[in-house]
Antibody, heavy 121, light 107 residues
C-alpha cells in the first residue's frame, strides 16, 4: 500500500523552529518528486515547497522562502521540512505529498494525513 | 506567479444535478492543471490531472476540460458523497498555485 506518514508537528513559539518528517512506503520513493502543502485553519490549500526526485532542485513559496528548507533522504524513503523563524501565520496542517513523476511538472497523487503546526506564544 | 481563480466559491446544489466549476489562470498553463476533492478533516484527493485525464480509481462522473487559461470540472450527476470542496492547481510553473476552492453545499 502506498503511504505517506508525517510527524514532527506541534506547538512552537514565534521565532522558533520545527522539523517535519514524512515517511514513505509502498512505492519507489527515489523516482518521484515530493511536495509539502499546508492548510491554515478554515482556509484553502497552499503549496509550500517541492523537491525533485534526486534532491537536486528545490522550490519554495514566497511566504516561506529563506525560512523553510526541504530535504530528502532517498536511502531512508523520507522527506523533511525544516522550518525556522516561525510566525503565527505558519499555523496550519502540513501535508506531505507525492508527485506523479520525478521532474518539475506533476500533479500530486498521494497525500499523507497531515501534521498540525501551531505557532503561538 | 500564476494566479488561479475558481468560480463560484460556493455552490448550493442538489443530488442529481450536473455541476460545473470553472478555474481561470492568470496566464497560460497549457494543460498542466489538476483538480482535487477535499472533505472536512481529510487530505485532498486527486481527481483529474493534465486538465482532462481521470485519475485511476475515480468515478467517471467527474470530467475535466480546457486548456490555456480556462478549465472546467464537471460532475455529471451529483451524489451525496460529492459534497466537498474542490481545488484546481496549476503545475506548469513554480509556485504550483492552487485556486481558492469551491465548496459544494446541499441546497
Amino acid at each position: 500500500e502506498v503511504q505517506l506518514v508525517e510527524s514532527g508537528g506541534g506547538l512552537v513559539k514565534p521565532g522558533g523552529s520545527l522539523r517535519l518528517s514524512c515517511a514513505a512506503s509502498g512505492f519507489s520513493f527515489s523516482y518521484y518528486s515530493m511536495i509539502w502543502v499546508r492548510q491554515a485553519p478554515g482556509e484553502g490549500l497552499e503549496w509550500v515547497s517541492s523537491m525533485n526526485n534526486n534532491g537536486a532542485y528545490q522550490y519554495y513559496g514566497d511566504s516561506v522562502k529563506g525560512r523553510f528548507t526541504i530535504s530528502r533522504d532517498n536511502a531512508k524513503n523520507s522527506l523533511y521540512l525544516q522550518m525556522n523563524s516561525l510566525r503565527a501565520e505558519d499555523t496550519a496542517v502540513y501535508y506531505c505529498a507525492k508527485g506523479m513523476d520525478g521532474g518539475s511538472r506533476y500533479a500530486t497523487d498521494v497525500w499523507g494525513q497531515g501534521t498540525t503546526v501551531i505557532v503561538s506564544s | 506567479d500564476i494566479q488561479m481563480t475558481q468560480s463560484p466559491s460556493t455552490l448550493s446544489t442538489s443530488v442529481g444535478d450536473r455541476v460545473t466549476i470553472t478555474c481561470r489562470a492568470s496566464q497560460s498553463v497549457i494543460n498542466w492543471l489538476a483538480w482535487y476533492q477535499q472533505k472536512p478533516g481529510k487530505a485532498p484527493n486527486l481527481l483529474i490531472y493534465k486538465a482532462s485525464s481521470l485519475q485511476s480509481g475515480v468515478t467517471s462522473r467527474f470530467s475535466g476540460s480546457g486548456s490555456g487559461t480556462e478549465f472546467t470540472l464537471t460532475i455529471s450527476s451529483l451524489q451525496p458523497d460529492d459534497f466537498a470542496t474542490y481545488y484546481c492547481q496549476q503545475y506548469y510553473s513554480y509556485p504550483h498555485t492552487f485556486g481558492q476552492g469551491t465548496k459544494l453545499e446541499i441546497k
